[in-house]
């Protein structure tokens, strides 16, 4: 998994569903969460909210092989705090990941 080899990820768990991902989070408050949905479905959305609402300082990052705007504008206004396509975007990607912990630390430390 390409997760685990950066420096940025302590632990990665992985859940077939919506329904096991909150789950997988229960016992470990995320500070990252990447849910991959090929398409918004209810449960999925459904997911997401209830994953912002247990954990709002959460960073939710949506991935899936959709280009269009619509599909990536679902997700975000659903709650999601970044959405990538992963057949361009993967670079940026991992480029929010890195730089998701400097973040939290400078809120941190102010």
């Not at 209810?42 to 997401?48: D, E, F, Y």
């Amino acid at each position: 998994m390409m997760l685990t080899g950066t420096s940025v990820v302590g632990v990665v768990e992985t859940a077939a569903d919506a329904e096991a991902a909150l789950e997988v989070v229960r016992p470990l408050p995320p500070g990252i969460v990447v849910m991959h949905a090929p398409l918004p479905d209810a449960r999925a959305i459904h997911c997401l909210a209830l994953l912002k609402a247990q954990y709002p300082a959460a960073c939710v990052i949506v991935t899936g092989s959709e280009r269009a705007e619509a599909y990536r504008r679902r997700w975000l206004d659903a709650g999601a705090d970044h959405c990538f396509d992963l057949t361009s975007q993967l670079d940026d990607l991992m480029d929010v990941i890195r730089k998701i912990p400097s973040a939290a630390a400078s809120k941190t430390a102010a």
